[in-house]
Nanobody, 125 residues
Framework: QVQLIESGGGLVQAGGSLRLSCAAS????????MGWFRQAPGQDREFVASISSPNGVSKYYGDSVKGRFTISRDNAKNTVYLQMNSLKPEDTAVYYC?????????????????WGQGTQVTVSS
């Protein structure tokens, strides 16, 4: 059973930065592409970023975060990160990570793991 635990969220002023972490267990981490998603109240979950397996040579970002967010992975720690810079109030959401053997499926919201608790990111004006 895949377990994903997100952390690193918090309250930050517009223009600030946060780094989110997602620790994975129950899978051969290095063989899976990983992705970040977010969901604001009353809205659908949306794709934020993905990174390929095993070395993360391919990275993709949602249009709204391109140039501001960076996804990375550390296979030795079974962890994927999301560095968020130049945060905007519209980035406020609960952020989740998930996985898929086929990284391209992450970009259309297809995941193979259960959703964790997520981590709340709140950006003030």
């Amino acid at each position: 059973q895949v377990q994903l635990i997100e952390s690193g969220g918090g309250l930050v002023q517009a223009g600030g930065s946060l780094r989110l972490s997602c620790a994975a267990s129950g899978l051969s981490f290095s063989t899976y592409s990983m992705g970040w998603f977010r969901q604001a109240p009353g809205q659908d979950r949306e794709f934020v970023a993905s990174i390929s397996s095993p070395n993360g040579v391919s990275k993709y970002y949602g249009d709204s975060v391109k140039g501001r967010f960076t996804i990375s992975r550390d296979n030795a720690k079974n962890t994927v990160y999301l560095q968020m810079n130049s945060l905007k109030p519209e980035d406020t959401a609960v952020y989740y990570c998930n996985t898929n053997l086929d990284g391209s499926r992450l970009r259309v919201g297809k995941v193979s793991g259960s959703w964790g608790q997520g981590t709340q990111v709140t950006v003030s004006s």
